[in-house]
């Protein structure tokens, strides 16, 4: 039996509570690594935060993305030059909410057909296909990618380093009770089946990335802020926004991970959100890439002051790689 929007979101805690720690990725020993938290319409300014870091000369051998953090990523990797942070952002300043989620009657609709999900994922489809262009397979990206999704019968967080781009993408978007779980292949058959919005086990995946066991691993996060938004509050009716507050309360992939040496994280503060109705609402996109711009350009500032081999070609590093 079909469930419907509220039934999706039930899944999904349930999912949660029985969810176990991604499998431990192969080790590949990159370099740098970029890991992209989800937050919706807030990758507004995580596309800023990436193009400072791309303008800096930092360029990830490896990017893990979740959500929109996903799409964001997916686009570094399939794009690695120094034009595609300007890319990314003009790809925001694409999106509206309505081409996104459709009116209201699209969410009147699909929930009177018990669909999945409170909104038709046609809108979303349609501009991921027209944002990855001929790519169709995640393992085709230049730069090794890693998408996560949340396998809705186990529970289980999964990282995808192949599979159809466009679902996968899609899957890592789904946020439960707002857009449709995505049918996606696993060849091992253990993950094949339904997936949701990778941010519901791990919105921050800090730990998979270590686990690759990186130099260092640059993260920008924008998930917080989420908490700044008109229609995220205690007690809120909003769907989205009790996706997303289930998604922070479980959130993985922090703890001690968010201290150890090779990490560095800029957030997004929560000032620029306040001015969103909800986490859907794409009409402040330039506000959000000014704000991300700031965050990154304030953190690595920070971040080179503190540690001198962090900046790219400098005679630190270059004298870390010769005796690592």
Request: one cysteine or more; hydrophobic letters at 45%; aromatic letters at 4%.
């Given at each position: 039996?079909?469930?419907?929007?509220?039934?999706?979101?039930a899944?999904?805690?349930?999912a949660?509570?029985?969810?176990?720690?991604?499998?431990?990725?192969?080790?590949?020993?990159?370099?740098?690594?970029?890991?992209?938290?989800?937050?919706?319409?807030?990758?507004?300014?995580?596309?800023?935060?990436?193009?400072?870091?791309?303008?800096?000369?930092?360029?990830?051998?490896?990017?893990?993305g979740v959500?929109?953090?996903?799409?964001?990523?997916?686009?570094?990797?399939?794009?690695?030059?120094?034009?595609?942070g300007?890319?990314?952002?003009?790809?925001?300043?694409?999106?509206?909410?309505?081409?996104?989620?459709?009116?209201?009657?699209?969410?009147?609709?699909?929930?009177?057909?018990?669909?999945?999900?409170?909104?038709?994922?046609?809108?979303?489809?349609?501009?991921?296909?027209?944002?990855?262009?001929?790519?169709?397979?995640?393992?085709?990206?230049?730069?090794?990618?890693?998408?996560?999704?949340?396998?809705?019968?186990?529970?289980?967080?999964?990282?995808?380093?192949?599979?159809p781009?466009?679902?996968?993408?899609?899957?890592?978007?789904?946020?439960?009770?707002?857009?449709?779980?995505?049918?996606?292949?696993?060849?091992?058959?253990?993950?094949?089946?339904?997936?949701?919005?990778?941010?519901?086990?791990?919105?921050l995946?800090?730990?998979y990335?270590?686990?690759?066991?990186?130099?260092?691993?640059w993260?920008?996060?924008?998930?917080?802020?989420?908490?700044?938004?008109?229609?995220?509050?205690?007690?809120?009716?909003?769907?989205?926004?009790?996706?997303?507050?289930?998604?922070?309360?479980?959130?993985?992939?922090?703890?001690?991970?968010?201290?150890?040496?090779?990490?560095?994280?800029?957030?997004?503060?929560?000032?620029?959100?306040?001015?969103?109705r909800?986490v859907?609402?794409?009409?402040?996109?330039?506000?959000?890439?000014?704000?991300?711009?700031?965050?990154?350009?304030?953190?690595?500032?920070?971040?080179?002051?503190?540690?001198?081999?962090?900046?790219?070609?400098?005679?630190?590093?270059?004298?870390?790689?010769?005796?690592?």
């Amino acid at each position: 039996m079909a469930l419907g929007p509220i039934g999706s979101l039930a899944a999904s805690a349930r999912a949660t509570l029985v969810r176990r720690d991604a499998e431990p990725p192969v080790p590949t020993r990159p370099g740098t690594v970029l890991v992209l938290s989800g937050g919706a319409a807030l990758g507004a300014a995580q596309a800023g935060m990436v193009r400072v870091l791309l303008d800096a000369g930092i360029v990830p051998d490896a990017v893990v993305g979740v959500s929109a953090g996903a799409i964001n990523g997916a686009h570094v990797a399939f794009h690695p030059t120094p034009e595609a942070g300007e890319q990314l952002e003009d790809l925001w300043r694409s999106l509206s909410t309505y081409g996104v989620i459709g009116g209201r009657g699209s969410w009147a609709w699909n929930v009177l057909r018990l669909r999945t999900g409170a909104f038709p994922a046609e809108g979303l489809r349609h501009e991921l296909e027209e944002a990855v262009g001929e790519h169709s397979d995640v393992a085709d990206s230049p730069t090794e990618l890693h998408i996560g999704t949340t396998h809705l019968a186990s529970g289980d967080p999964v990282f995808h380093t192949s599979g159809p781009l466009v679902d996968v993408l899609l899957a890592s978007s789904a946020l439960p009770g707002l857009f449709p779980a995505v049918d996606l292949p696993d060849p091992s058959g253990r993950h094949a089946g339904l997936h949701v919005d990778g941010a519901v086990t791990a919105i921050l995946p800090i730990t998979y990335a270590l686990a690759l066991e990186p130099r260092h691993v640059w993260v920008l996060d924008v998930s917080g802020a989420v908490r700044a938004t008109a229609a995220y509050h205690p007690g809120s009716l909003d769907l989205v926004s009790n996706g997303f507050a289930l998604a922070l309360k479980r959130q993985v992939g922090l703890g001690d991970a968010g201290h150890d040496p090779r990490v560095t994280c800029i957030s997004l503060r929560m000032r620029p959100a306040a001015k969103l109705r909800s986490v859907l609402d794409f009409d402040h996109t330039e506000d959000l890439i000014e704000a991300g711009r700031r965050e990154a350009e304030e953190g690595l500032a920070h971040a080179f002051a503190l540690r001198p081999d962090l900046i790219p070609g400098s005679a630190a590093r270059s004298h870390g790689d010769r005796t690592a």
